[in-house]
């Protein structure tokens, strides 16, 4: 074993990209279940971006495109998830698991003309000055410009949700919809627009992985990314910072192990493999072993309007 | 909704009484696949023979197929649901289907099976594969040559005897080309997650790997070396030849094809029966791909005669002397490893670092 041979500055900086796109994934979903939403469709979503994003990233040559494509791709899928559940008042397990296998196909027919072709590169964005630093430059200033636009979407929907307004209606409604509804708010037109939000997520962090992770289109390759999401929302106890770590528990171990295998330590294999799994939720739980942080009231509940 | 009850049922009976009346005049085949088809690898080619079976028979032949099934208790139901439908031949195309495949085939002794790669056969259960390691011996010597740094990534999926046999293969014939060559290998346990691969091709690279061999079956790590630039990659199962000239150099192709054909042709002659059947480059089974200009000529040269030897029978790559990690002897000068060796391997041979996990 030689451990020496792991470059430490190179692994801090592969853990950020590898988290990056649960980390969209999960952010996106915690706004939809602290709305009282449960949308299993987030794998579905993100497939559905991961393919959308690329085809437009290779037909425009730009991965910016790409990106809101993706968006808006992911964002649509969820519209059709809003529709059905909110206001056809569909059972929303049932409704997001079909989501999500509708999605795969979609993405699947979508695909097959961009099989085996590469990404245009989204560059990397040197941050003059600070990308110099030595050890921190290369681990935190040296990355292309969407791992900063999502440590920035969950430090904005950390500060959304506990300091304005409108975070504090999206979580009334989320709690106790009769309420809320009471209060005047428009419950499902909160829970709608968290859900567009929650399928845009999903679809950027899709596009994550087929312009920037592995970065290429194939059938498929989410692999159950956005279960890990679901999971992290789950164990993080809806809240944004703790998202932020299990995503990148998760993907730093998840790189670590791949690191440590190559450099050939002494720990047996099969440890290694489960330990991203293991360490993220054992880590999680502990930290919400202390107060109270249980699920939002009203979550995965239909809404009926009552006079 | 007794109206649309009684529809439901017509309908039900209908599709049923449709299904017995085209099961006299067509075979059904069906296919389990546990990759997704557009995988561009395993999976894709195995497809491609289904493909090839369709248009070879044409109406005398029906082909069906589900993607993604996940090796454990879901093979099992998913075959269990081919069976039931009509299929009268059923191909099983990942080891860890084994199981599964030998449980639902002991359901339907009428119902005839083929399972790739593995080793357990009945009656109506017969095993096919391909002799991987022949082509990992040319891709060891391509690799071998090419490598500055002389380490050598290898992202292996399971342990399995199949893979193990691989990378024993490829460093057999690295070293001999390159004795200071170093063998980096990294259990991804999957067989598809190209995210995973990615991420395994990044790390080896970031290590000092400068060629990457892969047993996973997405494009993943040959777009992720293509990323890392000076890196070079084998295509592995398909040609990925999207990827060449660089960083793909050559590859392992798998042609199930001609073999499908054969054991339908059977089934519909009603001539099939129990086999166990491993071919390599010879008959064609397993091809290599077209070696790039990124290979140096004499290069290219030596691994093709390599590939010819092999194909003729003149040489077998397992052949001694060679020792086993331990350093106990294995095969002794000249001899070649048995069948029954290869099939249950289990063990490195002498040099490679690391220990297989159980």
Do not use: C
Request: charged share 15%.
């Amino acid at each position: 074993m030689d451990l020496g041979q792991i470059d430490p500055i190179l692994l801090l900086a592969s853990l950020m990209v590898a988290a990056t796109p649960i980390l969209l994934a999960a952010t996106g979903e915690m706004v939809v279940e602290k709305s009282g939403v449960l949308n299993l469709g987030v794998e579905g979503m993100m497939i559905t971006g991961a393919v959308v994003g690329f085809a437009v990233a290779v037909n425009s040559g730009s991965p910016a495109a790409g990106f809101v494509a993706a968006a808006l791709a992911g964002a649509g899928l969820a519209l059709l998830f809003g529709l059905i559940t909110q206001v056809l008042k569909s059972n929303q397990v049932a409704t997001g698991l079909g989501l999500t296998l509708f999605g795969l196909g979609l993405s699947s027919l979508i695909g097959k003309p961009y099989e085996g072709i590469k990404a245009p590169s989204l560059g990397k964005l040197d941050i003059p000055l600070l990308a110099d630093i030595p050890v921190l430059g290369p681990i935190l200033f040296r990355h292309d410009p969407m791992v900063y636009i999502s440590l920035l979407i969950v430090l904005g929907v950390w500060a959304g949700l506990k300091y304005t307004r409108a975070g504090l209606v999206l979580r009334a409604v989320g709690e106790n919809h009769t309420a809320a509804h009471a209060l005047g708010y428009k419950v499902i037109r909160v829970r709608l627009a968290a859900i567009l939000f929650g399928g845009a997520m999903a679809g950027m962090g899709g596009a994550y992985l087929s312009l920037v992770r592995v970065p290429t289109w194939v059938e498929g390759m989410t692999a159950g990314a956005g279960w890990i999401a679901l999971a992290i929302v789950v164990f993080a106890s809806w809240r944004a910072g703790r998202v932020l770590l299990g995503a990148y528990l998760f993907g730093g171990v998840s790189v670590l192990q791949l690191n440590l295998q190559a450099a050939g330590a002494a720990i047996p294999v099969e440890y290694l493999s489960m330990s991203p799994y293991l360490v993220t939720i054992l880590v999680l739980v502990v930290i919400s072993l202390r107060g109270k942080h249980g699920a939002p009231g009203s979550l995965g509940r239909v809404f009926h309007a009552t006079t | 909704m007794n109206l649309f009850k009684t529809l439901a049922v017509g309908a039900a009976l209908a599709a049923g009484l449709a299904g017995t009346a085209t099961a006299q005049d067509t075979t059904k085949v069906g296919f389990i696949y546990v990759g997704p088809i557009g995988d561009g690898g395993w999976t894709y080619e195995h497809n491609k023979a289904r493909l090839a079976v369709e248009e070879h028979f044409g109406d005398a032949v029906e082909t069906v197929y589900q993607e993604s099934v996940p090796e454990g208790a879901d093979a099992e139901r998913a075959i269990t649901q081919m069976a039931l439908s009509g299929a009268d031949l059923i191909f099983t195309t990942s080891f860890g289907f084994m199981d599964a495949t030998v449980a639902v085939a002991e359901k339907f002794p009428d119902v005839k099976f083929e399972h790739a790669t593995g080793y357990k056969t009945a009656d109506n259960l017969a095993v096919y594969s391909a002799r991987f390691y022949e082509g990992r011996a040319v891709q060891g010597t391509i690799a071998g040559h090419l490598t500055d740094s002389n380490i050598v990534g290898y992202i292996a999926s399971y342990p399995i005897p199949e893979v193990i046999r691989g990378i024993n293969s490829a460093y057999i014939h690295a070293k001999k080309v390159n004795p200071d060559v170093e063998f980096k290998i990294i259990w991804a346990y999957t067989w598809f997650d190209p995210a995973k691969e990615a991420d395994a091709a990044k790390a080896l690279i970031e290590q000092g790997a400068d060629v990457i061999l892969q047993h996973t079956d997405s494009t993943a790590p040959q777009a992720a070396a293509a990323e890392a630039g000076n890196v070079y990659t084998f295509g592995q199962a398909s040609d990925m030849s999207e990827y060449a000239p660089m960083p793909r150099v050559s590859s392992i192709i798998d042609d199930w094809a001609p073999y499908y054909i054969e054991r339908v042709q059977a089934v519909i002659d009603g001539t099939w029966e129990t086999a166990d059947t491993w071919d390599g480059i010879g008959p064609g089974m397993v091809g290599i791909g077209e070696i790039s200009d990124a290979v140096p000529a004499e290069v290219k040269a030596e691994a093709l005669a390599l590939k010819d030897a092999i194909a003729s029978g003149e040489y077998h790559p397992f052949t001694g002397p060679l020792n086993k990690q331990d350093g106990s002897a294995w095969l002794a000068e000249g001899e070649t490893a048995d069948d029954g060796t290869l099939l249950g391997m289990d063990f490195y041979v002498e040099g490679i670092e690391g220990e297989i996990p159980n």
